[in-house]
């Protein structure tokens, strides 16, 4: 990106800009809140240049700044504000539409929310803080962030709870008061309570009707809990499975580095060689075929039936003529793995993935069988590095089980009941390094990253107001029920007060919780 960025803005004549224009005359970019100022600038240069506006061309740009999540990987909310006033104010060749409609949640959630997000009360959730901050670095002012205004969303979905009981428990409050304002004992009393709640849940499968109107019955993969970070996803999971709930933590990193990337390359080198004993040995004992021979001993003098010699044979051609989507797909089938998908979801799932990865890297890369084989081993073995998307593992459709995920990964998601779990504690900033936006010479907003500590207490209030869009990102992720932690009781005043003023929740969840849910309750808050 910096190359391009470089080249595009030190061309003269703009060919390499109008030759994206000319290659790409329609352009959407989706999550557009989480663009950079270098990736606009590409964009802006090529794409809504004068060359660009005669050619033709149209982009489409589509994002919310109320989920921008992610400035620590070089997101800047900045940008998307700045290009969103352009759009607003150049109507001759920009048009602005806001889509103010939920097609996730249930009325209950989205009134619920409605109210907890809204902008027109004493403290709003997006508000930003009016601090006199006359400290500068390297002779730029420190920028002070705009408000984000909520605006309300309408219901466009036919998701709804069955039983009227339900919906009015749409909005769930675990009270959690009597662990003498330590953190720690704080999460394992809520931690107790999400393993009753969801026991409860998983034994009584309330009805609810799904998005289409189809009548469904709660599953225990219906079920998700939302964590801060893989820590915390840890504990939870371990804390769940002790108590028999089935649980996993959605998207496990090193995909390549597990199980079932040795199984694909067992299957690849019996493919490769189909009379080597040893591949077909270590295939045969390995869970993909699921087959007891008793005696591993006596497999070399076993004799295998005609069908699966005949599958033998189909991947050796396959792998021979580089058909590889059908090589993949018989090794799948013919191994009856697909038909165990109920017994082993998370293994089928793995494989179908890497298999999918091979296949894409394998015709991008014109790769022949054995140069595909020592790819894979290369991966299994770390000699090379992948994108961390395509490490990860995607969680198995079908799998039944409460997922567990950070708040980050949710984004894009939606479960019928979310458990808010986690982000009770804020992290260190362990780089001794600060990063906020500067006013610079040209009056133009830009990120700064320094160590200067004139930065710091910028860096901590666009820290916060980044942390508040990660929670707003984790409460919309429910479609039917939202469970959140509360410390709170009434005074001998009728005013709510707080039990633990060292958790992170109390600065912004609670205050928000008090003054828009327990003051002015809404129907569906339990």
């Given at each position: 990106i910096a190359k391009v960025y470089e080249v595009i803005n030190n061309e003269s004549d703009g060919l390499l800009a109008n030759t994206l224009a000319n290659r790409y005359r329609y352009v959407l970019v989706d999550e557009f809140q989480d663009t950079d100022e270098m990736q606009w600038s590409i964009l802006e240069k090529s794409f809504m240049s004068?060359?660009?506006?005669?050619?033709?061309?149209?982009?489409?740009?589509?994002?919310?700044?109320?989920?921008?999540?992610?400035?620590?990987?070089?997101?800047?909310?900045?940008?998307?504000?700045?290009?969103?006033?352009?759009?607003?104010?150049?109507?001759?060749?920009?048009?602005?539409?806001?889509?103010?409609?939920?097609?996730?949640?249930?009325?209950?959630i989205n009134e619920a929310l409605n109210q907890f997000f809204r902008s027109d009360c004493k403290y709003p959730w997006f508000r930003t803080e009016t601090v006199k901050d006359d400290k500068q670095v390297n002779n730029f002012s420190i920028y002070q962030e705009e408000e984000i205004l909520y605006e309300n969303v309408e219901t466009g979905t036919k998701t709804g709870w069955l039983e009227s009981s339900d919906r009015k428990n749409s909005?769930?409050?675990?009270?959690?008061?009597?662990?003498?304002?330590?953190?720690?004992?704080?999460?394992?009393?809520?931690?107790?309570?999400?393993?009753?709640?969801?026991?409860?849940?998983?034994?009584?499968?309330?009805?609810?009707?799904?998005?289409?109107?189809?009548?469904?019955?709660?599953?225990?993969?219906?079920?998700?809990?939302?964590?801060?970070?893989?820590?915390?996803?840890?504990?939870?999971?371990?804390?769940?499975?002790?108590?028999?709930?089935?649980?996993?933590?959605?998207?496990?990193?090193?995909?390549?580095?597990?199980?079932?990337?040795?199984?694909?390359?067992?299957?690849?080198?019996?493919?490769?060689?189909?009379?080597?004993?040893?591949?077909?040995?270590?295939?045969?004992?390995?869970?993909?075929?699921?087959?007891?021979?008793?005696?591993?001993?006596?497999?070399?003098?076993?004799?295998?039936?005609?069908?699966?010699?005949?599958?033998?044979?189909?991947?050796?051609?396959?792998?021979?003529?580089?058909?590889?989507?059908?090589?993949?797909?018989?090794?799948?089938?013919?191994?009856?793995?697909?038909?165990?998908?109920?017994?082993?979801?998370?293994?089928?799932?793995?494989?179908?993935?890497?298999?999918?990865?091979?296949?894409?890297?394998?015709?991008s890369q014109n790769m022949d069988g054995l140069t595909l084989i020592e790819y894979l081993r290369s991966l299994r073995f770390g000699d090379r590095k992948v994108a961390q998307e395509m490490d990860t593992f995607a969680v198995a459709s079908e799998d039944s089980r409460v997922q567990i995920l950070t708040m980050h990964t949710s984004k894009g998601l939606e479960f019928p009941v979310v458990f808010f779990a986690g982000g009770f504690t804020r992290g260190s900033n362990r780089n001794k390094h600060y990063m906020a936006h500067v006013i610079d010479e040209s009056n133009s907003v830009s990120r700064c990253i320094s160590i200067d500590e004139s930065l710091k207490e910028a860096h901590a209030r666009e820290d916060d107001l980044e942390l508040r869009r990660l929670y707003y990102v984790a409460f919309t992720r429910a479609a039917l029920r939202l469970v959140l932690p509360a410390f709170i009781a009434p005074n001998n005043k009728g005013e709510y007060k707080s039990f633990h003023g060292n958790l992170v929740l109390e600065k912004n969840i609670m205050p928000a919780m008090r003054q828009n849910w327990l003051n002015d309750k809404p129907s569906s808050h339990s």
């Amino acid at each position: 990106i910096a190359k391009v960025y470089e080249v595009i803005n030190n061309e003269s004549d703009g060919l390499l800009a109008n030759t994206l224009a000319n290659r790409y005359r329609y352009v959407l970019v989706d999550e557009f809140q989480d663009t950079d100022e270098m990736q606009w600038s590409i964009l802006e240069k090529s794409f809504m240049s004068e060359y660009a506006w005669q050619n033709g061309n149209r982009i489409y740009l589509v994002g919310d700044p109320k989920q921008a999540i992610y400035r620590f990987r070089g997101g800047d909310l900045c940008t998307f504000l700045k290009v969103r006033k352009k759009f607003q104010k150049d109507s001759q060749r920009c048009s602005y539409e806001p889509m103010n409609c939920n097609y996730r949640s249930s009325r209950e959630i989205n009134e619920a929310l409605n109210q907890f997000f809204r902008s027109d009360c004493k403290y709003p959730w997006f508000r930003t803080e009016t601090v006199k901050d006359d400290k500068q670095v390297n002779n730029f002012s420190i920028y002070q962030e705009e408000e984000i205004l909520y605006e309300n969303v309408e219901t466009g979905t036919k998701t709804g709870w069955l039983e009227s009981s339900d919906r009015k428990n749409s909005i769930q409050l675990i009270n959690i008061s009597e662990t003498k304002n330590k953190p720690a004992k704080f999460r394992k009393a809520y931690f107790e309570q999400i393993a009753i709640e969801i026991t409860q849940l998983i034994n009584t499968s309330p009805q609810y009707h799904d998005r289409d109107g189809a009548l469904r019955s709660l599953s225990a993969g219906d079920i998700c809990c939302l964590v801060r970070n893989k820590n915390e996803g840890s504990k939870l999971e371990t804390f769940l499975k002790e108590r028999g709930i089935p649980c996993a933590i959605y998207k496990k990193s090193n995909l390549f580095e597990s199980l079932e990337a040795l199984y694909v390359e067992q299957l690849l080198l019996l493919a490769a060689n189909p009379q080597d004993h040893a591949a077909r040995k270590r295939v045969m004992l390995s869970p993909v075929f699921n087959v007891d021979y008793g005696n591993h001993e006596r497999l070399d003098t076993v004799q295998l039936d005609i069908e699966f010699e005949q599958c033998i044979i189909r991947w050796n051609q396959s792998f021979n003529r580089r058909l590889w989507g059908r090589m993949f797909a018989a090794m799948l089938n013919d191994s009856g793995l697909l038909e165990r998908v109920a017994e082993s979801p998370s293994m089928v799932s793995g494989m179908q993935q890497i298999c999918e990865i091979l296949h894409r890297e394998a015709l991008s890369q014109n790769m022949d069988g054995l140069t595909l084989i020592e790819y894979l081993r290369s991966l299994r073995f770390g000699d090379r590095k992948v994108a961390q998307e395509m490490d990860t593992f995607a969680v198995a459709s079908e799998d039944s089980r409460v997922q567990i995920l950070t708040m980050h990964t949710s984004k894009g998601l939606e479960f019928p009941v979310v458990f808010f779990a986690g982000g009770f504690t804020r992290g260190s900033n362990r780089n001794k390094h600060y990063m906020a936006h500067v006013i610079d010479e040209s009056n133009s907003v830009s990120r700064c990253i320094s160590i200067d500590e004139s930065l710091k207490e910028a860096h901590a209030r666009e820290d916060d107001l980044e942390l508040r869009r990660l929670y707003y990102v984790a409460f919309t992720r429910a479609a039917l029920r939202l469970v959140l932690p509360a410390f709170i009781a009434p005074n001998n005043k009728g005013e709510y007060k707080s039990f633990h003023g060292n958790l992170v929740l109390e600065k912004n969840i609670m205050p928000a919780m008090r003054q828009n849910w327990l003051n002015d309750k809404p129907s569906s808050h339990s």
